[in-house]
């Protein structure tokens, strides 16, 4: 039983020493830490949280067949209708999953902030591709 506290706390204290001591790797020369650059703000739109699949906003097509949701450039995109919200849930659940990312990619360069209430499912159908 001692034994196994001594092990334990080394174990621990090992722990805290690399912790403290760890420095995380700067973001290789030329690569942006954030994918919309510095000007943007922390607060995660619902796109950045998937940042992992490596792909930046200047990938993909810029414009995708959703003409209908041009009105809604510079909307607050808190105070949508449920209405409204269901015109974006529509658009996104008919595309292809491979084309989701990008569609909401496209809607951030175009200025149409995506509805808060259906960032979950956007980043589920990002994250089953």
């Given amino acids: 039983m001692q ?3 001594i092990i334990l706390a080394f174990t621990v204290v090992v722990g ?8 995380p790797d700067p973001a290789p020369s030329g690569e942006e830490e954030t994918p919309g ?3 943007e703000s922390a607060e995660c739109c619902g796109v950045h949280a998937i940042c992992e699949k490596q792909m930046t906003l200047a990938e993909g097509p810029d414009y995708f067949d959703d003409e209908e ?7 607050d995109p808190a105070t949508y ?12 659940l ?5 084309e989701v990312y990008a569609w909401a990619s496209a809607l951030t360069r175009r200025d149409i902030p995506f509805p808060t209430s259906l960032r979950p499912e956007l980043l589920m159908l990002i994250s089953e591709e």
């Fill in 16 to 23: 805290v020493i690399l912790r403290l001591t760890h420095k």
């Fill in 37 to 39: 650059g510095a000007g």
């Fill in 69 to 75: 949701l041009d009105r809604f450039k510079g909307h």
């Fill in 3 to 5: 034994g196994a506290l």
């Fill in 81 to 92: 209708s449920p209405d409204e919200v269901e015109e974006f849930r529509e658009v996104m």
């Fill in 94 to 98: 008919t595309m292809e999953p491979a």
